[in-house]
Structure formats: C-alpha cells, structure tokens
C-alpha cells in the first residue's frame, strides 16, 4: 500500500518561492515502473497537472508548459521523497497542491492535498 | 495544453443512468487509450475510477464504466446512487509527454 504524506508552508508571500515536500511509503521513488506527479487544484482552474518526474536507467522529467519557466520538481533518492518549487508565485498560484504517483497512465496513489495561499 | 471539455453537471434520480463525456483533440484523447476517470466527492482527495479508458481498479463497483470514440471519453454511472454524488474528472496523457485534465463535471442525484 503506497502512502503519499505531504509537507510544507499553507502561506506563501507573493514573489516568493513555494516549496512543498511528497514523502513516500510502500514504494521506492526510483522505481521503474511508476512515475511521481504534482497537481494542483484551485476552484477557478479545476485539476491541473503541474509536472512528473520519473526514473528509467536516468531522471527523466516534464512539465506542463504553462509552467515550465517556474517549476521544478526533483527526487530525494536518501529521503524516498519527492520535491516541488514554484518559483516567483502569484496570488493566482493559490491551490491545494497533490502529490501523485502513476501506474500505467493513471493517478492511482494520492497524497492528502495542502492548500497553499499567496498573500502577503 | 488546453483542458479536457466536460459538461459542468449532469443529473439522475438513483437507479438511472447518467453518461459524462470528455472530449479532446488528436494529440491526447484521439491518440492513445490512456484516458482515466476520479471521483471527488467534496472535501476528498481525487480517487481513480477508470484507468486506459475502460478499466476498473480493485473496488470500483462494475457500474462504473469507460469508452472512447475519436477525441470523446465518455464515463457511464449505471444504477444510479446517492453515494455517487461527486465532482467527476476525466485525464489524458498527450503527444507532449505530458498530462491534461478534464474541466470537471458536477453529478447530482436528485
């Protein structure tokens, strides 16, 4: 049974960098046969995928193009976690923040959600 | 990546069938049967109905199901149930290697 147990600040000031922290159990992050993901959800955009990262013999990853000048995502290989930056946020990057691993091409594994709010 | 077009609400009285539907373009929906289904009920995390358009985790009850016709996934609740009230998404990888979600669907029961 793989657990996805998130961490991280739920206030942001605009400008600045959000940071959140996916810690994994019952599954390796450097599996082969899954990938990790960041969604996010905010009532004015629904469901939107951020970006994955994924390990096939090397770190492979990709990112949804409205946020690839932002966005980081990294595996912590020591720590079994995976990591999200958003950089230079805006009010309008208030959301609750998943982390999610896929199987085949599905979000069968979630974690709890953390909303995170940008305000100064 | 433009998001997945879905009706906003569909309703039924329990017992019913209501049918969603998801549509895309040729580089997600149309290209590959990698379509999947999550069930939000408020306040919930998103939980994996149907995944590769037509199958069903461990769990879900059999009146669940998925289809596809070109750039249109469709997600039908037979025999309808006060418990299926939900949001409803569907999701697509693309031609970009990437993933896109549906705009969501708001079942009621009445």
């Known amino acids: 049974q793989v657990q996805l147990q998130q961490s991280g600040p739920g206030l942001v000031k605009p400008s600045q960098t959000l940071s959140l922290t996916c810690a994994i159990s019952?599954?390796?992050?450097?599996?082969?046969?899954?990938?990790w993901h960041w969604i996010r959800q905010s009532p004015s955009r629904g469901l939107e995928w951020l970006g994955r990262?994924?390990?096939?013999?090397?770190?492979?990853?990709d990112y949804a193009l409205s946020m690839k000048s932002r966005v980081t995502i990294s595996a912590d290989t020591s720590e079994n976690q995976l990591s999200l930056q958003l950089i230079s946020v805006t009010p309008e990057d208030t959301a609750v923040y998943y982390c999610?691993?896929?199987?085949?091409?599905?979000?069968?594994?979630w974690g709890q959600g953390t909303l995170v709010t940008v305000s100064s | 990546q433009s998001a997945l077009t879905q009706p906003p609400s569909v309703s039924g009285s329990p017992g019913q069938s209501v049918t969603i539907s998801c549509t895309g373009t040729s580089s997600d929906v149309g290209s590959y049967n990698r379509v999947s289904w999550y069930q939000q009920p408020p306040g919930t995390v998103p939980k994996l109905m149907i995944y590769?358009?037509?199958n069903r985790p461990s769990g879900v009850p059999d009146r669940f199901s998925g289809s596809k016709s070109g750039n249109t996934a469709s997600l039908t609740i037979s025999g309808l149930q006060a418990e299926d009230e939900a949001d409803y998404y569907c999701s697509s990888y693309t031609s970009s290697t990437t993933y896109v979600f549906g705009t969501g669907t708001k079942v009621t029961v009445l």
């Open positions: 990262t994924y390990y096939r013999s090397k770190w492979y990853k």
């Open positions: 590769e358009v037509s």
């Open positions: 999610a691993r896929n199987t085949g091409w599905a979000f069968g594994s």
């Open positions: 019952g599954d390796s992050v450097s599996t082969n046969s899954a990938g």
